[in-house]
């Protein structure tokens, strides 16, 4: 399929320190929109300048939740080369988030070549800074205007991207989290394991509760007993206990996380132990208590790897590690970030470089 390429005439004033990008604040001058109908399926593939959304007030993504979307970035590399890590399986997880909530798949291939061309457009934003990246925003949304409950006949998946430094601003200071046991997020069967707005939506007044007792994030139980761990609002969630790594499953109520998969990869490959299996929230303080409980952290794309200092559950703090990053967590960054700004060989086939 075609691209059509509308360069803007407007361009925008790129940001000049980068130790001072923030997180999701900024975008490039282009965006990418390509259009779906039931006749002609996908269609119009084009990139234009960053502007509005032209929407229907009765659009079915504003009245019934139909809407996907996907995180992944772009690295500038040590060498110069600008870099895309694990992006096909970005994309993949994009397609089993549309099967879930009734929208039409994407051709791989075409979105591979829309992201790049894309990328390739607006390189010059891409900063340079070891820690910054050009993170890539997949999303797709029912466009269809009609008041009632059935699929959408019609889409729109779009691409923005922009620069961005640390998604915390504690960076890799370790972070201290909320063990919440009156909220639920999601259950096997549901929306939990696709990447769907309405997850994100009941996740908002826990967390805003959370931050305002002091917390960075929430740590979400399963939604039938309370008692098993799952994920963290914005992550994948790891425990060291004793020698063996420890996370959650995937039972359909936990996100497929990309970082999550190669973590699990590194560390198998590293001689450890790594279990996926149901883990008590209780097992984890028992652990912090008795000082089995070694280190924690987070895993995404948009922090990498983020240190857990501290949980609370039930009014009661657990510091962990002595409140600093683990070794272990310090490992996975070093090694992960190396593959990302290709600093060493990749031998997992990883990364792909675009330009």
Not at 52 to 59: G, I, Q, V
Not at 181 to 196: H, I, L, M, Q, S
Request: hydrophobic share 40%; glycine share 10%.
């Amino acid at each position: 399929m075609e691209i059509r390429i509308n360069p803007t005439a407007r361009p925008k004033e790129r940001p000049t320190d980068e130790s001072k990008l923030g997180f999701g604040h900024i975008f490039t001058d282009h965006m990418l929109l390509i259009d779906y109908d039931g006749a002609k399926g996908w269609h119009n593939a084009r990139i234009e300048p960053y502007a509005p959304l032209n929407l229907d007030p009765a659009a079915a993504c504003l009245h019934y939740g139909q809407m996907i979307f996907e995180g992944l970035k772009a690295y500038h590399g040590k060498d110069g080369g600008i870099y895309l890590f694990r992006a096909v399986d970005n994309f993949d997880r994009f397609n089993h988030s549309a099967k879930r909530v009734c929208m039409p798949e994407l051709d791989v291939d075409l979105g591979m070549e829309a992201l790049k061309t894309l990328i390739l457009l607006d390189r010059e934003w891409i900063p340079k800074t070891r820690g910054t990246s050009l993170y890539i925003r997949p999303t797709m949304i029912a466009t269809e205007p009609f008041l009632g409950v059935r699929a959408s006949s019609k889409y729109l998946f779009y691409i923005i991207i922009g620069p961005v430094g640390s998604y915390y601003a504690e960076g890799l200071s370790p972070v201290k989290i909320y063990v919440e046991d009156r909220y639920v997020r999601a259950v096997p069967g549901g929306t939990g394991e696709a990447k769907t707005g309405g997850n994100y939506a009941a996740s908002l007044l826990p967390a805003k509760e959370a931050n305002e007792k002091g917390f960075a994030q929430v740590l979400w139980l399963d939604g039938r007993e309370k008692m098993y761990v799952e994920e963290v609002g914005t992550m994948n969630i790891f425990f060291v206990v004793d020698e063996k790594v420890i996370t959650a499953p995937l039972t359909g109520s936990v996100l497929k996380g990309i970082t999550r998969d190669s973590v699990i990869r590194i560390v198998r490959d590293s001689g450890l132990k790594m279990e996926e299996r149901l883990l008590p929230i209780d097992e984890v303080v028992a652990a912090a208590s008795n000082g089995r409980l070694k280190e924690a952290f987070g895993t995404g794309t948009a922090a990498v790897i983020s240190p857990v200092g501290q949980i609370t559950y039930k009014d009661k703090n657990y510091v962990i590690a002595d409140g600093e990053m683990g070794k272990l967590s310090q490992k996975l960054y070093d090694e992960i970030l190396a593959i990302q700004y290709a600093e060493k060989p990749d031998p997992y086939g990883w990364v792909e470089r675009i330009g």
